[in-house]
């Protein structure tokens, strides 16, 4: 879902089609980070010849050192071990950054989707087939949410790990066991429980099977 409002970050960006690409097709904004001078200045050329350069740039950069915090997608072909070097500074970026990994996943955080598409002239390996992953960077949600206003009863305390996590709703002296998803800034659980990050607190904007009464309820972190 790549769009006009979208700057798209590749990490490795060889001779610099996915950047292009979504420059010319989506409208989108792009740097692509290469360590190889020659297709970096392939590259740029492409850029030009495709009428993108002004919205398609390239550096011959490490990326290590890449601001990544630009980004609103970020594409990568990379080994898996190089995947989990940059996982923390990836699960740090603004909640809803969109990650997609060709081939290689991130070990413990498993991917949103992944989907298998034919790639008959891939020049490696034997099965011409690429898997691609697709990440959404979680908010970071963990801890324990104290009620405001006439909501005072209620407590969240919510245990994370990347984009999944179990809850405990307490509404006095009542208890329900959540268990769901982050997506960006949103929290799902089965049942119908919605919830969204704003401002630093948590608004309950569907209660699902929690009591009614606690639809658009909000929650900041509770005091140390």
């Known amino acids: ?29 792009g740097l692509g980070v290469e360590i190889v001078p020659e297709l970096v200045e392939r590259s740029r050329r492409n850029a030009a010849q495709a009428g993108v350069a002004d919205r ?21 072909y990379l080994l898996q071990e190089v995947n989990l070097q940059l996982r923390p500074s990836l699960l740090a970026l603004k ?24 790639a ?8 011409k087939r690429s898997r691609l992953h697709l990440w959404m960077v979680p908010a970071r949600a963990e801890g324990a949410w104290c009620g405001t206003g006439a909501h005072r009863d209620t407590r ?14 307490s509404l006095g002296g009542d208890a329900q066991l959540l268990a769901g998803r982050i997506e960006g800034l949103r929290l799902r659980a089965a049942g119908g429980f919605d919830a969204v990050l704003e401002a630093g607190r948590l608004r309950i904007t569907h209660s699902g099977d ?13 005091p140390a």
Do not use: N, Y
């Open 1 to 29: 879902r790549v769009g006009p409002q979208d700057f798209v970050l590749d990490l490795g960006s060889g001779d610099g089609r996915i950047v292009i690409l979504a420059a010319r097709r989506f409208g989108a904004r």
């Open 56 to 76: 398609a740039r390239f550096v011959e950069q490490d990326l290590f050192k890449t601001d990544l915090g630009t980004a609103t997608v970020i594409t990568m």
């Open 95 to 118: 909640p809803g950054t969109r990650i997609v990994s060709h081939d290689w996943d991130m070990g413990d955080w498993r991917p949103d989707r992944s989907v298998t598409v034919d």
């Open 120 to 127: 008959p002239d891939k020049p490696v390996g034997f099965d």
């Open 156 to 169: 969240l305390q919510l245990a994370q790990k990347h984009q999944l996590f179990d809850a405990t709703l």
């Open 210 to 222: 929690a009591p009614a009464a606690l639809a658009g309820a909000e929650l900041e972190r509770c």
